[in-house]
């Protein structure tokens, strides 16, 4: 198969917040998104899940059941994604499904664990489905993510002469593309997923809007001072992570006993905006494109800029809407796995050789 052709893309990151599905005309040089929807997840399908990332009795019952329900959650996500956009599922060359990650453990030797059954998804929906793309890179040697910078490298790689991508969903992870050449690329901690957790106990929300919770508070310096003081921030890439180190628990361990919850906010916010500015500032990057739920986060937004001295934007203004990058990726890692193009980036993951990533599951 050559070409360009249709493929779906499906993802449901860290946060655990709903699927993101895509469908995109994809060729060698071109990306068009023709139709996106978003589907949020049951409550009881996302409890049982973040209950599963915690770890505890029973897992391999609780995994099994969670694979079959998240592929049924995919294939009504597909289903509905083609009613939307008047296609039909012979037309679609394949759909690209990330899972839920359930673990990552990098290292030697690595895993990566990511639910929704491609069996199901692929039965129920009629098209083929490429999964599993992390498992390849870490056999060689590689962290197995980020992935998605070689989808960056096409789409924004012509922006500026040095940019840098950053994608804040649960984690955060960048993209770093020097006169459209991806140089490296790396998790560089905490995204949204401590900011989340901390306003839904506190407030309620299922996030805080605009970043408007933190942005009128005072952080706590030495609690600041503390959290990135953790390790990973002064790792050396290639390095990815996850909620199996950055969680409640993690926090927790770090927190005074008369914390102000909206100072608690403060600080977290700026955990995110300092350990991405420092990640960044030896690139030292002529702009900054956020996509990924942050890129609604204004406070968050404004504090880059400020302690980067650059212009930091949304990549709306680029081409792509921040919400829809992470699925239209691997919509494009579905179209690389079925052209039979490297899906994996050696100078990001750390992995020996480029390779085709991902397993197909037919009808």
Known sequence: MSGDGLYIGLMTGTSVDGIDAV????????????????????????????????????????????HRRLGDAYAHATRALLARSGHQPDQIHAVGCHGQTVRHRPGDPGFSVQLGCPDTLAVHTGIPV??????????????????VPRFHQQLFGAVAPRVAVVNIG????????????LIGGFDTGPGNVLMDLWVQQHQGEPYDQSGAWAAGGTLLPDLLSA????PYFQLPPPKSTGREHFNEDWLRRHLPADANAQQVQSTLAELTARSIADAVEDFAPQQLLVCGGGAHNQHLLARLSTLLG???????????????????????LAWARIEGETGNAPSVTGASRAAVLGQLTLP
């Open 310 to 332: 650059i212009p930091v934007r949304s990549t709306e203004g680029f081409g792509l809407h921040p919400d829809w990058v992470e699925a239209s990726a691997f919509a494009w």
């Open 130 to 147: 490429v999964s599993n793309f992390r498992n390849k890179d870490m056999v060689l040697g590689g962290q197995g993510a980020p992935l």
């Open 170 to 181: 649960g984690m955060a992870n960048v993209s770093l593309l020097d006169g459209g050449e």
């Open 23 to 66: 469908l995109a005309r994809i060729g060698k040089r071109d990306f068009q998104l023709l139709t996106h929807q978003g589907f949020p997840l049951p409550d009881t399908l996302r409890d049982d899940i973040l209950r599963l990332c915690r770890g505890g009795p029973d897992e391999i019952d609780q995994a099994g059941r969670l």
């Open 227 to 230: 959290l990135l003081a953790d």
